[in-house]
């Protein structure tokens, strides 16, 4: 593996360290109402479990409340006991055609809960991605051991892998801080 190679694979893998991070966060729930709290809610579909996106359309009519249409009426029973499941906190209503969900207001210490659960997160988040900078450390340290590389070399690409480290910490803090803001809000 090249200088070049080991610089763009991290980068790569701390990018998707954060992605990933980024998508967990839009499943955690804050006041308001959003599709992403339950379109990764998987329901039974013919037998396989499905996420709801895929089985449904999600809209936000008001700022609490979430309304699901399936695409087939038939799994409406299927998809309200998903939800019931999924420890939401949020009763579906039915009208047999489309499911009507009540995001309740949270309370202030549910709140801080919540920034909680967001923190360890970001925390696991950012401990991949330390992870991720180990590995492509030992790489380079083998490049210069194979004399691949000379030890300027390898030091520079060290410092180059950390500010990338750098980087991406600060993209993690930035959803999080955002989040923790949306969550706080009342």
């Known amino acids: 593996m090249s200088y070049e190679e080991i610089l763009l694979e991290t980068e790569e893998k701390m990018e998707k360290a954060a992605t990933v991070f980024s998508d967990e966060l839009k499943g955690i729930r804050t006041g308001r109402a959003t599709p992403g709290l339950i379109e990764n809610i998987r329901a039974d579909y013919y037998g396989s479990p499905t996420p709801l996106k895929q089985m449904a ?6 700022p609490r409340m979430l309304v699901v249409k399936p695409f087939d009426v038939s799994v409406i ?4 006991k998903a939800i019931l499941k999924s420890d939401l906190g949020m009763t579906p209503n039915s009208d047999g055609k489309i499911l ?3 995001v309740p207001a949270l309370s202030e210490e549910r709140r801080k809960q919540i920034v909680n659960q967001v923190k360890d997160l970001a925390e696991k988040a950012k401990i991949s991605i330390r992870n991720i900078r180990r590995d492509s450390n030992r790489q ?3 490049l210069e051991k194979k004399s691949e590389i000379s030890e300027d070399d390898c030091k520079s690409l060290k410092d180059e892998i950390q500010e990338l480290t750098k980087k991406f910490e600060d993209k993690v803090n930035e959803y999080f801080d955002k989040k923790q803001k949306e969550i706080l809000e009342k």
């Open 100 to 102: 009507r969900l009540q």
């Open 140 to 142: 380079a340290d083998q």
């Open 57 to 62: 359309s999600i809209s936000v009519p008001e």
């Open 77 to 80: 029973k299927s998809i309200e």
